[in-house]
């Protein structure tokens, strides 16, 4: 079975600092794909950014990139120049690839980010 | 497009009750899915629909839970015989399926407290 692990509960950053959350899956399977979402308190779930296994390239979307270490089967979240909005929590998500694939997500645990002004 | 919306926000039962929540996906979705996120932990699957049809249960879905989606438009997740266990917020998300672009969009929740 797939897993999903993120190691830290909890994060803060300065207000425009840098900060990186950490993210580790588990899978035997070569085709997946990987995304973070964010929960800010109270308000809906949305996608930051998307990976797929088989792109060697990081995926990047404006302040938002990630690290994919695909031997290592690490998936990390930067988030450059951090504003006040960013504060939430993260989730890491899997999902396997493949034609067909029923589509859900696993997820890991979350990391709650603060962002101090 | 108003997104995907969920009825009730909020549900306060007594144990052995049953409650129904509904999910409007976002229209021309043609995917469906039901997730559960207990505090302190990420949201966990429970079953999917592709149109009308449910192709997906996980092993969380007790015999206790039942989902529709008729005419592949609206969801709703019924839990009959409510369990203290069964407190947790109910997230509905929609998706066109599409391999890597397939995005899900996540409704705000149904919270069920159960007395």
């Known amino acids: 079975a797939q897993t999903v692990t993120q190691s830290q509960p909890e994060m803060s950053v300065q207000e425009a600092e840098t900060v990186t959350l950490s993210c580790t899956y588990d899978t035997s399977e070569s085709d997946y794909y990987l995304f973070w979402y964010k929960q800010p308190p109270s308000r809906q779930m949305i996608l930051v950014i998307r990976q797929e296994a088989y792109k060697q390239q990081n995926a990047t979307e404006n302040r938002f990139s990630v690290n994919f270490q695909k031997a290592a089967k690490s998936f990390s979240l930067k988030i450059s120049d951090s504003q006040l909005g960013d504060a939430a929590m993260y989730f890491c998500?899997?999902?396997?690839?493949?034609?067909?694939?029923?589509?859900?997500?696993?997820f890991g645990k979350g990391t709650k980010l603060s962002v101090k002004p | 497009d108003t997104g995907v919306s969920q009825n009730p926000r909020h549900k306060i039962t007594k144990r052995g009750q049953n409650v129904t929540f509904r999910c409007d996906p976002i229209?021309?979705?043609?995917?469906l899915y039901w997730y559960r996120q207990t505090l302190g932990q990420g949201p966990e699957f429970l079953t999917y629909f592709q149109n009308e049809a449910q192709l997906e249960k996980s092993r969380l879905l007790s015999d206790r839970f039942s989902a529709e989606r008729p005419k592949g438009s609206f969801s709703t997740l019924e839990i009959q015989r409510t369990e203290q266990g069964d407190s947790a917020m109910y997230l509905c998300a929609s998706s066109v399926s599409g391999g890597f672009l397939e995005t899900q969009y996540f409704g705000p929740g149904t919270r069920l407290l159960v007395l």
């Open positions: 229209s021309e979705h043609n995917r």
């Open positions: 998500a899997y999902r396997r690839g493949g034609g067909g694939s029923q589509g859900n997500l696993i």
